[in-house]
């Protein structure tokens, strides 16, 4: 017998203590499932309440662009039955995972820009709403702290965002339709997510991201590619957070996934699939399999289990 659970995280920027938002989002997803919902619909209500939480980097509590006023949203759904659904650079739409969730259901799997948020419209998901008084006080302490940050030199490779080569580089590439003038210096890069198990055995993840900072304008990373951000296959499910464009390069939810399929242990293979990026680089998995759930994080970090007992 599957035992219902699921497994809900609050990002790599989150904090221990806002693990309530992310046990309202796990209960919320739990009850999902002990009513008429399956683990698809469970993950996408669970990721909707962190959406609408605030504190976390998803939703209304989306981070501010380097502009001071964009707020741009990616989101994926996934199950092991093989639906699939994404949106990238999604505006003025509160719960991004919703039109992540309708994308499933259309021939396609990833719509972006425009054509995302057209979709919300049509609907009933489009809702115009400004930044949090926490993303507008973090703003205003990231622009002061880059103003003293100092331009660095690359060294070959292609730089992190959050280094003083990238920051330099991001600012000499500017692409807003604004000049330059604010911008970022800590870098944000959290991701909500859930991974859930119904009574049916099926398997499914969800993530959502207010993006990360600094960033040039119309920047995706893992969140709505495939296998990147998060994977969910017969064996279980996997969801990432930290500094996308690291997840992205090892296709991480995926490759932590075949290493379950094969056999290894849920925890083995994401402490292994941890281990792929470089020290000092932000990141965090959670995963559930028939047998096991698990949540393996470089730093503090919210997050919750619920299942029945």
């Not at 003293?148 to 690359?154: H, L, W």
């Not at 859930?194 to 960033?215: E, K, L, Q, Y």
Request: charged fraction near 20%.
């Amino acid at each position: 017998m599957n035992v219902p659970t699921i497994v809900t995280h609050g990002g790599t920027g989150s904090k221990r203590e806002e693990s309530d938002g992310c046990e309202a989002a796990a209960q919320s997803g739990l009850r999902e499932m002990t009513g008429r919902g399956d683990a698809l619909a469970a993950v996408v209500k669970a990721v909707t309440v962190l959406e609408e939480d605030g504190r976390f980097n998803a939703g209304r509590g989306a981070s501010l662009g380097m502009d001071g006023k964009t707020m741009s949203c990616d989101a994926a759904v996934v199950d092991s039955r093989g639906k699939l659904g994404a949106v990238a650079n999604l505006l003025e739409v509160p719960h991004p995972v919703q039109v992540a969730r309708a994308v499933a259901d259309t021939p396609h799997h990833l719509v972006v820009g425009a054509g995302a948020l057209e979709l919300a419209k049509r609907l009933g998901l489009h809702e115009p709403y400004g930044p949090t008084e926490k993303s507008k006080a973090e703003y205003r302490e990231q622009v002061e702290a880059l103003r003293r940050a100092p331009a660095g030199a690359a060294d070959g490779a292609a730089p992190d965002a959050e280094s003083d080569a990238g920051k330099a580089m991001i600012r000499r590439l500017w692409n807003y339709p604004v000049p330059w003038g604010d911008a970022v210096n800590r870098a944000a890069h959290a991701t909500v997510g859930a991974v859930a198990r119904d009574a049916g055995g099926v398997f499914a993840a969800a993530a959502s991201t207010g993006g990360s900072m600094p960033a040039l304008l119309g920047r995706v990373a893992d969140t709505p590619l495939p296998g990147c951000g998060t994977h969910a296959g017969p064996a279980g499910a996997i969801a990432c957070t930290g500094i996308g464009e690291h997840i992205l390069k090892h296709h991480l939810a995926w490759q932590v996934y075949q290493w379950i399929d094969g056999g290894m242990r849920l925890r083995e293979a994401m402490e292994r699939g941890m281990a792929l990026l470089p020290e000092g680089v932000q990141v965090a998995l959670i995963g559930i399999t028939r047998d096991d759930t698990a949540v393996v994080s470089r730093q503090p970090m919210a997050s919750a289990v619920a299942g029945l007992s």
